[in-house]
């Protein structure tokens, strides 16, 4: 007999009219029976069409159910909401700008059959383009914005790695912070109420948060590819580099509560896997070196150098002056340089802009609490 359990799958949303309707058709395509779902939305203070939209689907499904939330602080405080309701044994978190494909709850419920110490099954994520002649939009496709596999250097299927007993800056919200992010994640219901996870209500980081409540205790993880969904992104610069800033912003949280070591993590992207020196520091944290940091760190150099050449009018000056330069640009060109091979060409520097312009704001969110939490968050290079 086919694992059918009832399933709740939680969309929070707020001026959502751009993509809703386009997740809900294909949430209507995933392959499951109707009578043993429910779609839970919960809407946190929609000013757009999004409510009415929601309430004209409503009239044809029964199944959908809207929670308002008027004022609502946080994307987590409104999927604690929907938990208050929901009904499901298994519960499917996305969001509303994502496309489910057809085989989405299954391909993860087969994994949670198999196996009861597994808390959450992710999915991958892909991009569906709303635009086809949106800059932004196609700049997340090359990015492979939000995708699980890239994040982690490729992983196949499988099983996360286990938490660390002691866990390190980086092990948390850097390279190796392994999560699900709740576009396309399905926890079992049991597993969240045995240890009493809940959302926190900070702006963001929920998802990494809700991970590591289930990962430090003991539970499994495990990422199933073909349950994927494709994601509707931001179609301007201002909203990217927001949510930029914001996964920035969610880290220092995050160390704060499960990293207890003091420990400065320095973290060498240019190397062969990015191997960390742990510095005991008063301040925990981490700083990221790669191509971002230094074309910026030789510029500044360089500077310095071209004033002392000037003053000092020698040859070596001038040399150390030209050395600099190079390295600026060969960091400069190792930075951009697959920004090359994107569509069409001739968008080349909207390409290059855009890169440099979402680095800066996730660094920008790293260092936004640094001042009150004495916590630092140099974010990677991309």
Known sequence: MAFTPFVSIIIPVKNFERTIEKSFEYLLNVDYPHDKWEWIIVDGGSTDKTIPIIKEWQKKYPF???????????????????????????????????????????????????????????????????????????????????????RYGFIKEGYYPDFPKEPLPVDIVGHRGYFFGTCN????????????????????????????????????????????????????????????????????????????????????????????????????????????????????????????????????AWVVTAVLIALTFKFAYQYVRWNFDMEPKSAFWTWCKLKYLTNLSFIQGGLKDFKKEKILCIEPSF
């Open 185 to 316: 994640v399905a926890y079992r219901r049991s597993a969240m109420k045995e240890i009493g996870a809940r959302f926190w209500d900070l702006p963001t980081g929920e998802d990494m948060d809700l991970s590591y409540q289930h990962r430090s205790r003991g539970w499994k993880f495990y990422f199933a590819p073909l349950a994927k969904v494709d994601h509707m992104h931001r179609a301007d610069l201002k909203a990217l580099r927001k949510v930029w800033v914001s996964y920035g912003q969610a880290h220092i949280p995050l160390i704060k509560k499960y990293v207890k070591r003091n420990v400065l993590q320095i973290v060498f992207q240019n190397l062969k896997g990015a191997p960390a020196l742990n510095i005991p520091f008063p301040i925990k944290g981490f700083i990221y070196i790669g191509n971002f940091h230094l074309m910026h760190i030789f510029a500044l150099a360089t500077l310095v150098s071209l004033i002392v050449s000037l003053v000092a009018k020698t040859a070596f």
């Open 64 to 150: 959908i159910k809207l929670v308002e939330v008027p004022n609502c602080p946080s994307p987590g405080f409104a999927r604690n909401k929907a938990l208050e309701v929901a009904k499901g044994e298994f519960l499917f978190f996305t969001d509303g700008d994502c496309a489910p494909d057809k085989n989405w709850i299954k391909e993860m419920l087969k994994h949670f059959e198999r196996d009861p110490k597994i808390a959450a099954v992710g999915g991958e994520v892909y991009t569906l383009k709303v635009d086809p002649n949106n800059l932004v939009e196609a700049w997340c496709q090359h990015f492979r914005f939000n995708m699980v596999s890239p």
